[in-house]
């Protein structure tokens, strides 16, 4: 039975409503899978069994009567578990949070089990989301399903790592770091961060329990093993708030193409500022040579909107003012005196803890600033859409990196091809679009000679985010779309 179950959600979905498979069989697939490798894995950190085969029995009894939930009748699925889902822990990673059963369920959950899924679990995140590693003291560390010495990711690592390893049909991360994209591409299976706005972040953690606001840059996202997928998912999860959506109803645009060979491409592969390695550099020649055979128009060197410099430090500082307005008052203050000393000692560069501690600390003056340099940048970038349909980017300088939770994220060392570079070098390449607000869809291109799985970001306009879906659905024709790690 296993050979011929469906990979994606919305295959299975198709299967569920046929009668070839029932809602319930599907679910102990997947439980079944989890008990035998989750262990080496521990991805899936949290379940309620009981309660996702009442409602799978449920399912198959709505089908039987001819009734249909939605496009998600009787698929199960994980979250993140940084997603508010009433009754179930919600732990975030954090010790302190490690008994919370939230009494509401967030709004984008909401809408997945609106729309008929089966969410019958949790999967792993770093403390309060804030790494590109999966581990904490609640959970532990999740693995990558490719290589278990090495991590899935962070910080939807567990949501990658589950999905990869067939331990759920679909998944729903989120994204301010690369917390989808990373993962997605060490992981090998696909990931969409939508614009910015298009799904409500309320009952997503952090912030803190009980958050009503949209914090910047923040989003939520769909990851899955098949591109389409992340289609169907964001043709439920997008819309207004309940607040808004009394005036407003969101329309996206369609794909601007339907063949490979009408697209539009420019090719940011390499720059001087963010060096990537050897195998990473080889796969997207790889790729930008089977674009070009299926006749896309590519471009090696466009013109870009922007300074890559420049778009680093205005991302890291739009970043920081988030991180530090969830700042506990006490330690707020002592990160202002200590702001004020780093400025004496002239130790505010980007990257260095006196840089975050200034950064996470400036006035709202100084966001202002950064703010209306954003909004310049967006419309720079709009013209450059006007040129091209999708932008092709790395997503990181390197493959999956080994298990580093030595010290903390300014100490840390990543190895690009033997060179010892900082550990924020893994942040670089996913900066430029998302300060921007942009879309961005993680297509895996093929693995290294070691076996490790490599992605690339597909970079779409604003708003167009059913471009950068399609284009992703038909570069698996040319490139090979995902493959199953061993053993999953």
Known sequence: MQQAFPVGAADLARAIAAGEIGSRQALDVFLE???RRNPAINAVVVQDIEGARARADAADAARAAGQSWGPLHGVPMTVKDTWEVAGMVTACGDPGLADYRPATTAVAV????????????????PRMAQDLQTYNKVYGTTNNPWDVSRTSGGSSGGAAAAVAAGFTALELGSDIGGSIRTPAHWCGVYGHKPSYGLIPMTGHIPGPPGTRSQPDLAVGGPLARD?????????VLAGPDDLAGRAWRLSLPPARHSSLADFRIGCWFDDEFAPIDTETRRLQGTLATALEGAGAEVDASPDLPVRFPDSFLLYQQLLNAVVGAGIPPKLYRRARRAAALFRLMRRTRAGTLGGFVAEATQSHKTWAGAHERRERQRRDWAAFFERFDVLLMPVTATPAIPHNQEGNLFARRIDVDGRALPYHEMFKWIAPPTSAYLPVTVAPIGRTAAGLPVGVQIVAPYLEDRTGIAFARLLADVIGGFVAPPAS
């Open 33 to 35: 899978r989890i008990e």
């Open 110 to 125: 909401q809408r997945l089990l609106d729309a008929g899924a089966i969410v019958f679990g949790k999967t792993n995140t």
């Open 227 to 235: 591109a389409a997928d992340l289609e169907l998912a964001m043709d």
